[in-house]
């Protein structure tokens, strides 16, 4: 039930005193603060504040995982939609320079293409292996 006192278990928080201070909110709970004394917050108003602040202190981390995941997501998609679209324009550009007779012109515009499109389903692969992990956790 009781482990071994480390330097970092008896360093003192403020995040009661003030909650928006610097360096607060990757700070965790010593092990002894999460021991299951009974009675502990009805005697005690300030234990119950102190315990308040810490559940949303963890919920807002919480959230603001949950909004990076969204936005990695999303980027993941406007790469791959961004991608998507140059390898289009320059098929259709190569398709114009070979209309024209521009065979050099339209060999690069093909590999250009190809690139793009390559790149594409690069960001689509990742996509995919992201929400992969995600779903494991």
């Known amino acids: 039930r009781y482990q071994s006192l480390s330097p970092i ?62 936005l990695l997501v999303s980027e993941c998609e406007w790469t791959g939609n961004f991608f998507t679209r140059r390898s289009t324009q320059f098929r259709r550009k190569g398709q114009s320079a070979s209309e024209e007779g521009l065979g050099g012109a339209a060999a690069y515009f093909e590999r250009q293409a190809t690139l793009y499109s390559r790149l594409a389903e690069d960001a689509v692969e990742c996509l995919h292996r992201m929400m992969a992990k995600l779903s494991e956790m």
């Open 9 to 70: 278990d008896l360093k003192a928080t403020s995040a009661v005193a003030d909650p928006n201070s610097r360096g607060q909110r990757n700070s965790t709970l010593a092990w002894f603060w999460s021991m299951d004394i009974p009675r502990d917050t009805e005697v005690d108003n300030w234990m119950s504040e102190f315990y308040r602040v810490h559940w949303l202190r963890a919920k807002a981390m919480k959230e603001r995982c949950m909004e990076e995941v969204e």
